[in-house]
């Protein structure tokens, strides 16, 4: 049975930082897209980052470009997600997600599994 769990997240102060990391149990982990998403309150998930099978290529959403880092690190099975600067409008559930294929945008593709989330709260 396939699990990403979201761990890292917690409440922070403006302009501090943290690091989200998810763990997956997918034996073909370097076979998936990865990528980061949140939900605030009263508001829709939206894409947060991505990163390609090998870790070569990574995305961003414009609100977060500059501010966040996305990492994977296959031996571990595991996609890292370093948040600096953080702001009070950060404040979501941040959910892990995972797309099979090599060639895959998480952006566009359909996801394949989705985590539980982990709650960051950035306290202005």
């Known amino acids: 049975q396939v699990q990403l769990v979201e761990s890292g997240g917690g409440l922070v102060q403006a302009g501090g930082s943290l690091r989200l990391t998810c763990a997956a149990s997918?034996?073909?982990?370097?076979?998936?897209?990865m990528g980061w998403f949140r939900q605030a309150p009263g508001k829709e998930r939206e894409f947060v980052a991505g990163?390609?099978?090998?870790?070569?290529?990574?995305y961003y959403a414009d609100s977060v470009k500059g501010r966040c880092t996305i990492s994977r690190d296959n031996a571990k099975n595991t996609v890292y997600l370093q948040m600096n600067s953080l702001k009070p409008e950060d404040t979501a559930d941040y959910y892990c997600?995972?797309?099979?294929?090599?060639?895959?945008?998480?952006?566009?593709?359909?996801?394949?599994?989705w985590g539980r989330g982990t709650q960051v709260t950035v306290a202005s």
């Open positions: 997600a995972a797309a099979v294929g090599f060639y895959t945008d998480i952006r566009l593709n359909s996801i394949d599994y």
């Open positions: 997918i034996r073909t982990f370097n076979m998936y897209a």
């Open positions: 990163i390609n099978w090998s870790g070569a290529s990574t």
